[in-house]
């Protein structure tokens, strides 16, 4: 069964227990082969390249990545800044994701409802890299009127799959 979510024009299918347990497995390790995969979902090899492509095709799967290893390629620092603008206009807040999003240091970008208007995280090689990226990228943006910066100590828990 198909259907269109109306605030972003795409097409929706509603995922099957097969297709569950595929996005699950997927998530835990995007390299297991559609030989391996169709062992675990007990299906043919061809039935699993089906489904794996149609949930490209659709928008379930964005896009397949190696998740490294921070410390191991010389990231030592990680940040949450909360970004507070100037204005709230249109053109205001559509400038600064545009520029922001220009920046390699930082990894996430949300809008957010709250006290502050955005949240950042920010990767850097060190503290005085996140101080140069701050003063000459950051907070040079002109709609920027406040960052507010938290650093990471020590990290518990960091998980890149979605709960099915």
């Known amino acids: 069964m198909y259907f269109y979510s109306s ?22 390790d995007a390299s297991l082969s559609n030989k391996a995969l169709s062992f675990e979902l007990n299906k043919s090899i061809a039935a699993v390249h089906e489904r794996v492509r149609k949930l490209k095709r659709l928008g379930y799967i964005k896009k397949t990545v ?3 290893d921070r410390h191991k390629i010389g990231i030592g620092l990680i940040s949450f800044s909360q970004v507070f603008l100037k204005a709230h206009t249109f053109e205001v807040l559509n400038e600064f994701e545009k520029e922001v999003a ?23 090689k060190d503290m005085d890299a996140y101080h140069i990226f ?3 990228r950051l907070a040079v943006l002109p709609q920027v009127n406040t960052v507010q910066t938290y650093f990471v ?12």
């Open 134 to 136: 701050l003063r000459h």
């Open 153 to 164: 100590l020590s990290e518990t828990k960091s998980e890149t799959a979605y709960p099915l």
């Open 66 to 68: 190696a998740i490294l």
């Open 7 to 28: 605030t972003e024009n795409i097409q929706i299918m509603e995922l099957d227990e097969i297709d569950v347990k595929l996005l699950r497995l997927l998530q835990q």
């Open 102 to 124: 220009k920046f390699p240091e930082v990894m996430e970008c949300y809008q957010m409802a709250g006290s502050y208007d955005f949240m950042l995280r920010i990767a850097t």
